[in-house]
């Protein structure tokens, strides 16, 4: 009797564990819906847009998702703007109060102590790390020497 009673125990069990994996598993799962709008852009939405054909997506959440890459703020563009502009111009020895302002913005940027993304030649965004942030402080203190 204890051995019957000691099988029951352990299929109750099993199937309350299963039960319980099937409802978190169900609880992970996300609805959005894909749509393309006029310019042939995809989007997706927790809604289904009004008067757009729009496709039911869902997915499963299978472990913890990666945090969003911060999208660039103006000093951040600012900062690679200047960076091209200094990459690609001729050193310039006239006094520019132009350029003088935006490199004075740029060292406040850089020492703003905030991520900083760049543009590479290739047209991809990265991460300065702590020597290219250095580098473009020393390009950005010649240019003040220069413009100011």
Known sequence: MTKRKSLQDRLSRGLI??????LSLAA???TYYRWVDDEGITHYTAAPPQG????????????????????PSEETDAV???SAESQSAPPVSLKDPERCARAKQRINTLQSN????MRSDDGEYH???????QEELAKS???IEQSC
């Open 127 to 133: 991460f300065l790390s702590q020597e290219e942030i």
């Open 28 to 30: 992970s799962a996300a």
């Open 17 to 22: 564990i299963a039960g319980l994996a099937g």
């Open 52 to 71: 757009i054909k729009s496709e039911k997506v869902t997915s499963y959440n299978h472990g913890s998702t990666p945090a969003p890459e911060p999208k």
């Open 114 to 117: 905030n991520r900083i993304r």
């Open 141 to 143: 203190q010649q240019a």
């Open 80 to 82: 690679a703007k200047e």
